[in-house]
Each structure stands twice: as structure tokens, then as C-alpha cells.
């Protein structure tokens, strides 16, 4: 029927090269099929997905359960605006709230647009509950964070080739190390401006940097103390990735005990996108208690997308796949597996210096300099060898799997992993 029906990779790779803007650097593989933890290329080359789009996949490609709920609402309705009500977004809004703990969420689509949201509803707070002069709001963020990639949201990223030349850039943010409760707490002390805390509970694109045990706990408690809202941006570690049901996993009333850590904090606004979706269709939210949430009022903000009923019924999907899979506890066994191996492996291997993260949200740490390539041949050498893996900065790998993966698939995992490395040359 269409010339794209036989397509080789040269010949899409081709294509996106000559049309499309260069806005990303894809590892060359062109992928046409996917299904659990598989995905496969044109020429039909299977591999194991070992990013699952950022994680957003943690369900699994193409699962049969969010497949069907998308298809099924697709033909009946899929979208009406929040000028009406629809009759899917209420009960997701239901399950969500009573899932994860909080009295209201808020739809949007993207991770972005919902780290936006929750800036906003921050700000609105600051003015209305908390009583800072107009516009002089200020909300803290961590170094090497990343949020995003709206105008506001790369204000206060550091990274440069994210943030120059896009400005100018949004003021009222402070920007302090992550992981230093001291530099929290003078971020907070005798600043009567500061209205928020942003923070990911495992920095994931800066290299899966997984902060001092109680940091978030202590970090919670000096936001109360000075009144401050403590924002949780779990777009990447939230809905099982870090096993458990989200990384910062306060009173969170998981029905099925598959949240297997230690209950830590409880953010005032929490930030989900990614695998809130399954992977199938952008879905993010905003959750929060009533009397941050009352803030909002008609008109404050909104989306055209936002809480349409393709979104809500998928999320709902997605959700009880979480559960009914036990995914957030799969995720803490085969994550304590798979470092286990690899700490085994690491003093045989003079190109890998450690070996960290929780749960299937992982990173390797490369034995060269951050500017090398090293890294990305590494997972040039893993694509021929069956499986694909992205850098994320330099000289670091990240490892995030599907969390339907199986004991036995995860270990020949770790064998194509050891036998790439134990054979990379540079
Ligand atoms: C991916 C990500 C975002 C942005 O999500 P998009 O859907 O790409 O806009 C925000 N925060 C974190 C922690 C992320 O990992």
C-alpha cells in the first residue's frame, strides 16, 4: 500500500535525518514492534528494551489490558474539553486520589505540563495561603534536575545545552545542591519568599543519583517547619519503577501491599506522568490535598486534552496493571538481583566503576572521562548483542527494564550485559 511499508532502518533513519528537527540523537535502531519486555527492528532483530521509554513502559509494550481499555474507549468517545464532563475522568480521579492518597488531582498530559502545573499551584498558594507580596514567590530546586522542557522549567536547569540561548529565562527560583540538607535549610532560613521545594526523590536523567538515606524524610520536615510546600517530581520514579508504588511512598493506600519499602515522605503536591499511561498515551497529573488544591478556581488553568476520557480510562489501565501484577514488588526483587550480579562482576571489569540505584531504575558508571564515547559504544556493542540502553549523561548508563520482566529473562539480561563489557574493546 504505502512506500513505508517495507522500510529498511537506513532508509527511516534517512528520513527523520532529512525532515525531521535534530532534537535528539537516537541510538540507530528503528523499531516497528513491541510487546512486554521485547521490542523489535524493521529487519525483525529482537532486542530487550532496557529503557522502556524513559520509563514510561513499566507496564510492558503493548499490554493487552491498556491496549484493549484504549481501543474499547477510542471507538465511544475521545474527547469532549472540560467545557463538559466527561464520564471516565471522575472515576480516575476517584482511583487515582484513593491509590496514591490525596484528596484532589489534577489532569494534564505531559511530565512538563504537569511540573508546570504544580509550580503554579505553588505560586497561587504562596499568594493565598501564605501571604507573599505579588510576584515575589520563590521556589527551590536541586542542581543537575530535570523537569522538563518548557521555558520555565529549563530557567532553572544548569544544564547547558538545554538552557543556552532560550531565554530569557523565568524568574523566582533558587537552585541549591541535591542531597545537602544544609544547603536546604539555609535555602529557607530568613527567606520568607520561598514557597516550594522541587525535588525528584532519584535524580533519573542527571545519572540515577539516589540521594543519602532520610534526605526526602529530613527534607520533609524542614519544609514544614518553614511553612513550604514539598513538591515531589515522580514523573520518572513513580508507579513501581523504584519498587515501590512511588519512590517518596507516604500513606499512600496501596489495597495490596505491593509496596515492599519502607514508607518514607509525603509530599504536599505530587507530580506523575510517564508509566501513568503505560506507556500507550500521554497521561500526566497533579496530586495534592484540599487546601492546596482549592487554590485552583475556573479559569486558573486548564487543557484541552487534559482528562479526556481516552487518558482516564488508559490510566486507570495502567494503574491496575501496577497492581494486579504486583509490579512495584517485581521491581524491588529483580532490581536487588540485578545489582547483586553486577556488584559480583564489577571487579573482574575494568570498565565499569560501580553499579547504583533502587529498584529497575539503575545506572552503571563508566571508566572514562564524561566526554568520552566510550558510553555510547558500550551500547552500540549491547544493541548487536540483543539489547538496547541509552547514556543518559556521558559516562553513565541507566538499566530501567519493563517491571513485567521475568527472574529467568532479567538474568540473561545481566549475561548479555557481562559478555558486552567483558568483550568491549575501545
Ligand atoms: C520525563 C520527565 C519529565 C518530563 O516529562 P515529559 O512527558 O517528557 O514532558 C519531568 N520530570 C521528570 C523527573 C522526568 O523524568
Redo the contacts with the bound molecule.
Keep these: 500500500m504505502s512506500v513505508l511499508e517495507n522500510i529498511t532502518s537506513e532508509d527511516a533513519i534517512a528520513l527523520e535525518d532529512k525532515y525531521g528537527a535534530h532534537n535528539y540523537h537516537p541510538l540507530p535502531v528503528v523499531l516497528s514492534r513491541g510487546k512486554g519486555v521485547f521490542v523489535w527492528d524493521v529487519e525483525g532483530k529482537k532486542y530487550y528494551d532496557f529503557l522502556s521509554a524513559?520509563s514510561a513502559v513499566n507496564q510492558g509494550h503493548c499490554h493487552p489490558k491498556i491496549v484493549g481499555a484504549m481501543m474499547e474507549q477510542a471507538q465511544t468517545l475521545t474527547l469532549t474539553s472540560r467545557a463538559f464532563y466527561n464520564d471516565k475522568l471522575g472515576a480516575f480521579e476517584k482511583y487515582a486520589t484513593e491509590t496514591f492518597g490525596f484528596d484532589k488531582l489534577l489532569p494534564m498530559n505531559?511530565?512538563?505540563e504537569a511540573?508546570e502545573t504544580a509550580l503554579k499551584i505553588c505560586r497561587k498558594w504562596a499568594y493565598e495561603k501564605k501571604n507573599i507580596a505579588e510576584n515575589e514567590a520563590e521556589i527551590i530546586v536541586c542542581e543537575n534536575n530535570?523537569?522538563?522542557?518548557t521555558t520555565t522549567i529549563i530557567s532553572f536547569s544548569n544544564d547547558p545545552v538545554a538552557r543556552k540561548n532560550f531565554g530569557p529565562y523565568t524568574k523566582g527560583f533558587i537552585k541549591i545542591e541535591y542531597d545537602n540538607l544544609k544547603a536546604l535549610e539555609e535555602a529557607l532560613t530568613n527567606n520568607p519568599n520561598v514557597s516550594g521545594f522541587l525535588v525528584?526523590p532519584i535524580q533519573?536523567?542527571a545519572g540515577v543519583y539516589v540521594p543519602s538515606e532520610g534526605y526526602l524524610k529530613k527534607a520533609k520536615e524542614l519544609c514544614e517547619k518553614f511553612n513550604v510546600l514539598f513538591i515531589a517530581?515522580e514523573?520518572?520514579t513513580g508507579i513501581a519503577r523504584t519498587g515501590r508504588l512511588l519512590a517518596t511512598c507516604g500513606n499512600c493506600s496501596c489495597p495490596d501491599k505491593h509496596c515492599s519499602g519502607t514508607p518514607e515522605v509525603k509530599p504536599d503536591i505530587l507530580i506523575l506522568?510517564?508509566a501513568l499511561s503505560g506507556g500507550a498515551y500521554p497521561v500526566?497529573a497533579v496530586l495534592a490535598n484540599n487546601e492546596i488544591m482549592e487554590v485552583i478556581r475556573p479559569g486558573n488553568h486548564g487543557s484541552t486534552f487534559g482528562g479526556n476520557p481516552v487518558a482516564a480510562t488508559i490510566a486507570m489501565a495502567a494503574l491496575d496493571v501496577i497492581k494486579e501484577e504486583r509490579l512495584a514488588e517485581n521491581s524491588q526483587e529483580l532490581g536487588e538481583l540485578f545489582r547483586s550480579e553486577l556488584n559480583e562482576f564489577i571487579p573482574h571489569c575494568d570498565l565499569v566503576t560501580s553499579v547504583r540505584g533502587k529498584g529497575l531504575l539503575n545506572a552503571i558508571l563508566i571508566n572514562d572521562r564524561e566526554e568520552s564515547s566510550t558510553a555510547w559504544d558500550i551500547c552500540m556493542a549491547l544493541k548487536e548483542n540483543g539489547l538496547l540502553a541509552k547514556p543518559t549523561h556521558g559516562n553513565i548508563i541507566r538499566f530501567a527494564p519493563p517491571l513485567v520482566m521475568t527472574k529467568e529473562q532479567l538474568l540473561d539480561c545481566v549475561d548479555i550485559i557481562k559478555r558486552t563489557l567483558s568483550n568491549f574493546k575501545k
Design positions: 524513559y505531559t511530565g512538563a511540573v530535570f523537569h522538563g522542557r525528584e533519573g536523567e517530581d514523573v520518572q506522568g510517564k500526566s
